[in-house]
């Protein structure tokens, strides 16, 4: 199984970054995805989900901030990402996982920085 994730890089407070994780080893369309965020000295925090089925959720922190979607037939998921801050600086980590979880595997993680 391999998530490749994609899309961070540097970018103004306010700016947007698309983030990519594309999957491959897995029957896509049948896992559920996350994101993952972990800033350094903090705790991994869990940013969205999106489930098989297309229903998606977020954390309080970046709700009506980023959007998660995904494209069975690319065996990707995308993170749109606005209105970024510096506190959303953090590595970015794409994971998915079957029936009732999200994190049965990961990816490397892609790096987000946000200058103020």
């Known amino acids: 199984v391999q998530l490749v994730e994609s899309g961070g890089g540097l970018v103004q407070a306010g700016g947007s970054l698309r983030l990519s994780c594309a999957a491959s080893?897995?029957?896509?369309?049948?896992?559920?995805m996350g994101w993952y965020r972990q800033a350094p000295g903090k705790q991994r925090e869990l940013v969205a989900t999106?489930?098989?089925?297309?229903?998606?959720n977020y954390a309080d922190s970046v709700t009506g901030q980023f959007t998660n979607s995904r494209d069975n037939a690319k065996n990707t998921v995308f993170m749109q990402t606005h209105s970024l801050k510096p506190e959303d600086t953090a590595l970015y980590y794409c994971?998915?996982?079957?029936?009732?979880?999200?994190?049965?595997?990961w990816g490397q993680g892609t790096q987000v920085t946000v200058s103020s």
């Open positions: 999106i489930t098989s089925s297309g229903t998606t």
């Open positions: 994971t998915a996982g079957e029936t009732g979880t999200v994190n049965d595997y």
């Open positions: 080893g897995i029957t896509f369309n049948v896992y559920n």
